[in-house]
């Protein structure tokens, strides 16, 4: 069964290449009006439920898909961003500048994308496996009550975490970029619904390795 997947609308922070983490920072006036194009898009779905992390960006980007199609989001708490510990907060540039100097309060093992993250983050498989649960079980409570489209509303590395286990590849998403989840036989596709507004494959982010932000 397809599903939709949802990055929530841009942020001060995101303009500032901040890492949001699980800190709490809301939409600014493009991410609304970036949230109010997906739903444009999204409402020709036909979509039947709304999953969406708590934190407010995603939650209210949710919202605003929901008022276009007369559905009212369901909040799960799995899908909230990775919590980057002391990372937070910081630009990408400071947190390459500090990996050296914050040493004694980094994992000395590094993570599944190879790098290092202080010892109070999330480690990233357990963000992948704690999404792609949250993915399973909804598509699968939707199967058992006669089928219907979900979207999941929620951040850039849950994205990734998503796309990895289904497309077994890594993409970044933009801001508010819908897409369709889709099986052919054994394999899964990722449809882009706004072809303005696509993700990136993650090879060719050179931003960072930890994927948009």
């Not at 400071?94 to 790098?115: I, Y």
């Not at 289904?166 to 054994?186: I, T």
């Amino acid at each position: 069964m397809a599903f939709y997947v949802l990055r929530h609308g841009q942020t001060d922070w995101n303009v500032q290449l901040r890492l949001q983490g699980s800190t709490d920072i809301p939409l600014n006036e493009t991410g609304r009006q970036q949230a109010h194009v997906a739903a444009g898009i999204l409402a020709r779905e036909g979509l039947t439920r709304i999953i969406a992390s708590p934190l407010s960006r995603a939650l209210e980007t949710a919202r605003i898909v929901g008022a276009a199609s007369g559905l009212e989001p369901v909040i799960d708490n799995r899908l909230i961003e990775r919590n980057f510990g002391l990372f937070e907060g910081m630009t990408i540039d400071e947190v390459h500048a500090h990996r050296e100097e914050m040493r004694e309060h980094m994992n000395p093992d590094a993570d599944l994308d190879g790098k290092h993250y202080p010892h109070n983050a999330e480690p990233l498989g357990e963000v992948i496996d704690r999404v792609f649960a949250c993915v399973n079980e909804h598509r699968a409570n939707l199967d058992k009550t006669g089928g219907g489209k979900c979207l999941f509303v929620f951040h850039g590395i849950p994205f990734r975490a998503v796309t990895r286990k289904f497309l077994n590849d890594m993409y970044s998403s933009p801001n508010a970029a819908p897409v369709r989840f889709e099986q052919d036989g054994e394999e899964w596709r990722m449809v882009p619904l706004d072809p303005d507004n696509a993700p990136i494959q993650q090879i060719y982010n050179a931003q960072t390795t930890m994927g948009r932000i």
